[in-house]
């Protein structure tokens, strides 16, 4: 039998994958075979929506290394047959590892191949946020908003390394306020035909409720929406361009700083008492975030108070999108506490967290 024929045997169901794996190491022709099929399946996903960084990510779930690498190889291949790529997409393309240097053993390699095609089928398409290679790329706006967000991210990164919580606090409700600033600044210098875009955010386990929770507070008080979608480990934002920049960036660090913080809290024994005291601790930080973020844009917001009705449709806007790409959502369920000591150390870590 072909390695073709094997191959659609397996994925068809009807050889099993240790038999389909041990025709394939005889047949000589099963490396390109393999290398070929990931390639299509590539194809089928890149334009059913997903991005090469969101199918890492996926793939990484799986902890296999082989298989991670393999989606850089496919990545690479597929990438030539096409004159227009959007540089977003590139940039995340030239970011993938590879098997390149660090290739295994050919049984290894085969194994990886075969695992990933059968992981690859189950995948969905998803809503396209970037133009697929040979689609017209779209224009992203940088400048000005870039530099905004260097401060931001300059003032994180104070907030992340010092170890003195009232600097930190310091640094990070300067950060929201440069935000929540730029934010209407933005509004005023933009016209009505600026539009509300999406963008993924991964949230990876352990705990990816609450924190997707705390994603989802620091995406409110920057007026954008959140859709969490737990079965592909993202969460969908909606809003303006450079308030998805902030979210993202934001997230990103307050993430940082409540692991840090948990970590420092966390009771010494008992792995049922930890567990519980960690979701306890990121449910009530990522309460307490939105709380302190929120309090920093509305003092924003109220040195504008002309603006509300814009802000306000803008806002109908985000919602609207949200809407057509989620017709159909689930309001998740609030979390339950099972430590008092976790939601009290959530809630005190989040009052010295550094939102700038």
């Not at 390695?3 to 041990?22: C, K, M, N």
Request: net charge neutral; hydrophobic share 45%; charged share 30%.
């Amino acid at each position: 039998m072909s390695a073709d024929r094997i191959v659609r045997a397996v994925l068809a169901a009807e050889l099993s994958y240790e038999d389909g794996l041990d025709a394939l190491t005889s047949a000589p022709d099963a490396d390109a075979v393999l290398t070929a099929a990931l390639t299509t399946a590539a194809d089928r996903l890149f334009q059913g929506g997903w991005q090469p960084a969101e199918l890492r990510r996926v793939v990484a779930r799986l902890g296999d290394p082989v298989k991670e690498r393999l989606v850089g190889d496919a990545v690479r291949a597929y990438l030539p047959k096409f004159r227009e790529v959007d540089p977003r997409w590139r940039e995340q393309a030239d970011a993938l590892p590879s098997t390149r240097g660090r290739r295994p053993d050919r049984i290894t390699l085969l194994d990886a191949q075969l695992g990933l095609l059968l992981e690859l089928r189950k995948l969905p398409r998803i809503e396209v946020l970037l133009p697929p290679p040979g689609t017209k790329p779209t224009i992203h706006r940088r400048g000005a908003a870039n530099r905004i967000l260097d401060r931001v991210r300059a003032l994180l990164a104070k907030a992340e390394s010092t170890d003195f919580p009232a600097e930190a606090e310091a640094f990070s409700a300067k950060a929201q306020e440069l935000i929540a600033r730029h934010s209407i600044e933005e509004v005023l210098a933009t016209g009505p035909e600026v539009v509300p875009l999406a963008r993924r955010i991964g949230v990876d386990h352990p705990y990816e409720g609450e924190k997707a929770s705390l994603l989802d507070a620091v995406a409110r008080a920057n007026r954008c929406h959140t859709v969490w979608s737990p079965e592909l480990a993202f969460s969908t934002v909606f809003g303006f361009d450079a308030a998805i920049d902030a979210v993202e960036l934001l997230y990103t660090s307050l993430l940082v700083q409540a692991n840090r913080a948990m970590a420092r809290d966390e009771p010494a024994k008992g792995k049922t008492r930890i567990k519980a005291f960690r979701r306890s601790f990121l449910a009530s930080y990522a309460v307490r975030i939105g709380e302190r973020l929120e309090q920093v844009t509305r003092h924003e917001i109220d040195r504008h108070t002309d603006l509300l009705p814009v802000l306000h449709s803008r806002d109908l806007q985000v919602q609207e999108a949200m809407t057509r790409a989620f017709p159909r959502t689930v309001r998740a369920r609030g979390r339950r506490v099972d430590s008092l000591e976790g939601w009290e150390s959530g809630r005190a870590a989040a009052d010295e967290a550094n939102l700038a």
